[in-house]
């Protein structure tokens, strides 16, 4: 097993202990161990209030909706996921770096990396606004660019709660990046139909924790 490499994943959530059955995120947890989506850590632990690290968010993604690719000369035990990243043109900060892997992920940088999974090229807070008109986030503590809290991070349960959010709302093929910028006058329109993409159009959204 790589340096900091997660063990395989549990058999349930309650193999957690520091996930009791009382904890908010529990379910959903248990959702992404039955799914295959995460990991405990080497010493048996979840640990729901870590921030996750970009590569573990890259992971836990990429596992909730496709497989990881197979690479044969691993040098970081999240290789494949970055791998996959490059191909769909994601942007990423541990492409080149495996100090910068290890760092916890923004708000932020999940919505630019959603964003392009949903096959647009949006940064930054056009990225935040693309989530939340297309009702993919319903922010932090409101659905404003503001309320998004773009700079604050992601715990470990936040990151699977907010992909299973995904899920629920009906997104279900990653896709491309386009190389380049998506014009800004393309952003759909807050709860247009028309412009949401069809994966999305399909489901219809549920009450879910807002993310």
Do not use: C
Request: overall charge negative.
């Amino acid at each position: 097993m790589l340096s900091g490499a997660p063990l395989q994943p549990a058999e349930a959530a309650e193999a957690f202990p520091d996930v009791p059955s009382n904890h908010w995120a529990y379910s959903t947890i248990q959702w992404a161990v039955d799914n295959d989506v995460v990991n405990g850590y080497p010493d048996g632990t979840f640990r729901p209030s870590q921030n996750v690290s970009e590569s573990e968010f890259l992971v836990m993604f990429i596992r909730a909706f496709d497989e990881l690719p197979k690479v044969t000369k691993m040098t970081h035990w999240a290789d494949p996921a970055y791998l996959y990243a490059e191909e769909k043109n994601w942007p990423t900060m541990g492409a080149g770096s495996h100090e910068l892997r290890s760092k916890a992920i923004s708000r932020e940088q999940v919505a630019e990396i959603i964003a392009g999974a949903n096959g647009v090229n949006f940064l930054g807070t056009d990225a935040i606004q693309y989530l939340l008109n297309t009702e993919l986030s319903k922010g932090k503590v409101d659905a404003t660019i503001d309320g998004y809290k773009g700079a604050d991070f992601l715990t470990r349960a936040e990151a699977v709660q907010f992909i299973k959010n995904l899920k629920d709302k009906g997104l279900r093929e990653l896709q491309k990046r386009p190389e380049l910028p998506t014009p800004k006058n393309q952003l759909p329109k807050p709860k247009d139909d028309a412009n949401l993409p069809a994966k999305v159009r399909e489901v219809k959204p549920e009450s879910v924790i807002i993310t």
